[in-house]
C-alpha cells in the first residue's frame, strides 16, 4: 500500500506554504537579534546551562559527544547521500533521491546562513573534550540537520506506515540531538529551539519549489518512468 498524500505531488497551497514559510524566517531571524542584544535574556539561559552542567556524567557526555560527531557536517552530509541512495533503490526512484538530497543540503544551508546574519556567540559552559566551535550559536546546526532529515523523509518515503514511523522516531532523534546540543554546553536552549521552527520554515518554501516549479519545468511528474510503481504496488493495486 503506497500514500496518496505527500509524495511528490504538487503542494496544493503553494503561495500559502512559501508565506507561511517566508514569515517564519523572518520571525527566526528577528527573534535571534533579539536574544543576542538582550543580555539578561542570555543571563538566563546560562543559568539553566550551567545547572545542565552540574547534572552532566561522564556516559552523558560520551554519548552527547557522539551525536555531535555523528550530525557534524561532514558526517551528516554522508549520512544524507546514504539515505539518498537506500531511498532511490527502495523506491526505484531517482527522482526521489534527489529530491530527498536537496532538501537537507537547502535546509540545513538556512541554518548556516542565519548564522552568519543573526552572529550570536556561543555559550561559555561548553565542555573541553567537545573542542571550542569558532561557528555562531544560534541556531543549532546539528539540530538543523536533524531535522532536514526527518521533513525530507517523509516527504519523500511511499508508504505511509513508515512515515508515521520515521515521523515518531524522527521526532525523537530531534528532541535527542537538541539535548546533547544543551548537554554539552555548545547551545542555548533558544538555538536548538529555533533550528526546528526555522528548518520547517525553508522546507515550507523550498518544498512547493521543488514540487510546483521545477519538477514540472524538467518534465518530472509522479507518472514518469522514474516514479512509475513498483511490482508490489502493482500487486497491491497502489502506486502514484
Not at 73 to 81: G, M, S
Not at 139 to 146: I, R, V
Not at 182 to 199: E, I
Not at 212 to 234: I, Q, Y
Request: glycine share 8%; charged share 10%; net charge positive.
Amino acid at each position: 500500500m503506497t500514500a496518496n498524500g505527500l509524495s511528490l505531488r504538487p503542494a496544493r497551497h503553494p503561495f500559502v506554504l512559501v508565506i507561511v514559510g517566508l514569515c517564519g524566517i523572518a520571525v527566526v531571524a528577528g527573534f535571534g537579534f533579539t536574544v543576542t542584544h538582550w543580555v539578561q535574556w542570555t543571563t538566563w539561559e546560562t543559568g539553566a546551562l550551567s545547572a545542565i552542567a552540574d547534572s552532566r556524567v561522564p556516559a552523558g557526555i560520551v554519548l552527547a559527544a557522539f551525536i555531535a560527531w555523528l550530525f557534524a557536517p561532514a558526517v551528516a552530509t554522508v549520512l544524507t547521500l546514504f539515505l539518498a541512495i537506500v531511498i532511490g533503490v527502495l523506491s526505484r526512484s531517482m527522482t526521489r533521491a534527489i529530491v530527498f538530497a536537496v532538501v537537507v543540503a537547502v535546509c540545513w544551508s538556512g541554518s548556516e546562513m542565519m548564522k552568519l546574519l543573526v552572529q550570536r556567540p556561543r555559550p561559555a559552559v561548553s565542555v573541553p573534550v567537545v573542542g571550542a566551535s569558532t561557528s555562531f550559536s544560534f541556531p543549532s546546526g546539528h539540530t538543523a540537520f536533524a531535522c532536514a532529515i526527518v521533513i525530507a523523509l517523509l516527504l519523500t518515503v511511499r508508504d505511509w506506515r513508515f512515515r508515521w514511523t520515521a515521523g515518531l522516531l524522527g521526532g525523537a532523534l530531534v528532541l535527542l540531538v537538541a539535548w546533547s546540543r544543551m548537554y554539552l554546553g555548545v547551545h542555548f536552549p533558544t538555538d536548538v529551539a529555533a533550528s526546528v521552527l526555522l528548518t520547517a520554515s525553508v522546507a515550507a518554501v523550498v518544498i512547493p519549489l521543488i514540487l510546483n516549479v521545477a519538477l514540472p519545468v524538467l518534465g518530472v511528474t509522479p507518472r514518469t518512468a522514474a516514479e512509475r510503481p513498483s511490482a508490489e504496488d502493482a500487486i497491491h493495486g497502489g502506486g502514484e
